[in-house]
């Protein structure tokens, strides 16, 4: 029974039972999916939180939710083989809810304070495997049964959520622990499999101009003393009293918050390393490009990530409006010539190929996401939420470094995520705390 699409090919159907339902991948899920099983982008969260928590009450809260969005509740099956240019074959992936597992929860529990972080770490380069799993899986790091302060560590496979999806997940996961009573009373969020992102958006095949493949612009490649296929991530927050004045000036300069978390870190850069230009993928949200527009609360992955070039000047402010600015244009002309999230064709091939393997498997230099207001509080009955990390991997390809932007609670939470096989923590930390000296100074 078609349900959510407006092409034929996207439709959700009942499985036979009528106790089901299920979809094909869209492209973008599939390559997501694809990179996934090799450890390419999985998603990771933790949400650390103080209060005695009890494991039994996580996992209710992980029934609810799988019961409040269908992509929870879904899992991969593969059909017929396909062909896809250059010539490879591969089995048409499936989404499908029925005979989906609960989704796995563990509890570890370490005397050592940094425990999540290891957990965190071995997390961050295992894909979910193969078989009737849901696309997440949820661990909680303690130090006892009684410990006053737990890490709730989040798994994903990207092709199922977004920052946005990741957000909302966190949210609803700590309103149930909060009050699960209020919670149940909530009615699911979404009633079928949303569709893939290619199914609402315009089609604009041979429309506009043809424009050049823009190559990737990579850093100076670095001596990184013990090198590791590790991914890493920095944590900075930026408090109120520096994000409100930092708010005035963007408005007053006519940019954006993402122009200026981009300008920050590509002049740190241009200090570091005397650039005058660098490539930026940025993540943009798709939901309200649309037709018609997806809602907020959609769980799914509805991004496109958009490469663009800049010059790099000593003026912050010219820089951060041509960040914001390049990115507006290309979503409005040329979306899809910016995308680098596609099947790769043989120009990708041509400009990529040689350099990413060069270059310890790095593309560009930098890529941002400015994912807006999280939506979580610090306070969620007997428990508080005291911090959270983001992070995706990018061992197996990816930026330098990578920037994830979120805000909350009138501050501005800040992920540097990078690969210990390409740069030093030393490096990174110098990076981030220029970049962040500039948006501190910007207000």
């Given at each position: 029974?078609?349900?959510?699409?407006?092409?034929?090919?996207?439709?959700?159907?009942?499985?036979?039972?009528?106790?089901?339902?299920?979809?094909?991948?869209?492209?973008?899920?599939?390559?997501?999916?694809?990179?996934?099983?090799?450890?390419?982008?999985?998603?990771?969260?933790?949400?650390?939180?103080?209060?005695?928590?009890?494991?039994?009450?996580?996992?209710?809260?992980?029934?609810?939710?799988?019961?409040?969005?269908?992509?929870?509740?879904?899992?991969?099956?593969?059909?017929?083989?396909?062909?896809?240019?250059?010539?490879?074959?591969?089995?048409?992936?499936?989404?499908?809810?029925?005979?989906?597992?609960?989704?796995?929860?563990?509890?570890?529990?370490?005397?050592?304070?940094?425990?999540?972080?290891?957990?965190?770490?071995?997390?961050?380069?295992?894909?979910?495997?193969?078989?009737?799993?849901?696309?997440?899986?949820?661990?909680?790091?303690?130090?006892?049964?009684?410990?006053?302060?737990?890490?709730?560590?989040?798994?994903?496979?990207?092709?199922?959520?977004?920052?946005?999806?990741?957000?909302?997940?966190?949210?609803?996961?700590?309103?149930?622990?909060?009050?699960?009573?209020?919670?149940?009373?909530?009615?699911?969020?979404?009633?079928?499999?949303?569709?893939?992102?290619?199914?609402?958006?315009?089609?604009?095949?041979?429309?506009?101009?043809?424009?050049?493949?823009?190559?990737?612009?990579?850093?100076?490649?670095?001596?990184?003393?013990?090198?590791?296929?590790?991914?890493?991530?920095?944590?900075?927050?930026?408090?109120?009293?520096?994000?409100?004045?930092?708010?005035?000036?963007?408005?007053?300069?006519?940019?954006?918050?993402?122009?200026?978390?981009?300008?920050?870190?590509?002049?740190?850069?241009?200090?570091?390393?005397?650039?005058?230009?660098?490539?930026?993928?940025?993540?943009?949200?798709?939901?309200?490009?649309?037709?018609?527009?997806?809602?907020?609360?959609?769980?799914?992955?509805?991004?496109?990530?958009?490469?663009?070039?800049?010059?790099?000047?000593?003026?912050?402010?010219?820089?951060?409006?041509?960040?914001?600015?390049?990115?507006?244009?290309?979503?409005?002309?040329?979306?899809?010539?910016?995308?680098?999230?596609?099947?790769?064709?043989?120009?990708?091939?041509?400009?990529?190929?040689?350099?990413?393997?060069?270059?310890?498997?790095?593309?560009?230099?930098?890529?941002?996401?400015?994912?807006?207001?999280?939506?979580?509080?610090?306070?969620?009955?007997?428990?508080?939420?005291?911090?959270?990390?983001?992070?995706?991997?990018?061992?197996?390809?990816?930026?330098?470094?990578?920037v994830i932007a979120n805000e909350r609670l009138g501050g501005l939470d800040l992920s540097v995520v990078y690969t210990a096989i390409a740069m030093s923590e030393d490096e990174v930390r110098w990076?981030?705390?220029?970049?962040?000296?500039?948006?501190?100074?910007?207000?």
């Amino acid at each position: 029974m078609p349900a959510l699409s407006s092409r034929p090919e996207m439709v959700v159907e009942k499985s036979e039972d009528g106790l089901g339902e299920t979809r094909p991948l869209g492209e973008q899920e599939q390559l997501l999916n694809k990179l996934h099983a090799r450890g390419g982008l999985i998603a990771m969260q933790a949400l650390h939180v103080r209060g005695r928590l009890d494991p039994a009450l996580v996992k209710r809260a992980l029934t609810w939710l799988q019961a409040q969005h269908p992509m929870l509740r879904a899992h991969i099956r593969y059909g017929k083989i396909v062909w896809h240019l250059p010539p490879v074959a591969y089995r048409q992936p499936w989404f499908d809810t029925e005979g989906t597992t609960e989704i796995p929860l563990q509890v570890f529990d370490s005397a050592d304070p940094d425990a999540w972080r290891k957990v965190f770490a071995a997390e961050i380069r295992t894909p979910i495997p193969n078989g009737n799993h849901p696309r997440l899986r949820v661990t909680i790091v303690r130090q006892s049964p009684d410990a006053d302060l737990n890490h709730i560590v989040i798994c994903a496979d990207h092709a199922t959520l977004d920052a946005r999806s990741a957000n909302m997940f966190a949210r609803q996961l700590l309103e149930f622990l909060a009050d699960p009573a209020v919670a149940q009373q909530e009615p699911p969020m979404d009633t079928t499999l949303p569709p893939p992102i290619e199914a609402g958006l315009p089609n604009t095949s041979g429309s506009g101009k043809a424009t050049t493949y823009t190559p990737a612009i990579r850093l100076p490649k670095q001596k990184v003393p013990d090198p590791k296929k590790e991914t890493r991530v920095l944590a900075r927050h930026l408090d109120s009293t520096i994000t409100t004045p930092l708010d005035d000036a963007i408005k007053a300069n006519r940019t954006t918050l993402h122009g200026a978390i981009t300008a920050a870190f590509l002049l740190a850069m241009r200090e570091r390393y005397r650039l005058d230009a660098m490539t930026v993928l940025t993540t943009v949200d798709l939901r309200r490009l649309c037709e018609p527009a997806l809602p907020h609360e959609i769980y799914g992955c509805y991004i496109d990530i958009l490469r663009t070039k800049h010059s790099i000047t000593d003026d912050f402010w010219s820089t951060a409006r041509d960040a914001s600015f390049k990115v507006i244009t290309a979503l409005a002309k040329n979306k899809e010539s910016a995308s680098i999230l596609k099947f790769p064709k043989w120009e990708v091939y041509r400009y990529e190929a040689g350099p990413t393997i060069r270059n310890k498997r790095r593309i560009d230099g930098l890529a941002v996401t400015t994912a807006g207001e999280s939506g979580l509080q610090d306070s969620y009955g007997t428990y508080t939420l005291e911090d959270v990390t983001r992070a995706i991997s990018i061992d197996m390809f990816g930026p330098s470094l990578t920037v994830i932007a979120n805000e909350r609670l009138g501050g501005l939470d800040l992920s540097v995520v990078y690969t210990a096989i390409a740069m030093s923590e030393d490096e990174v930390r110098w990076l981030t705390d220029n970049a962040v000296a500039r948006l501190e100074s910007a207000g």
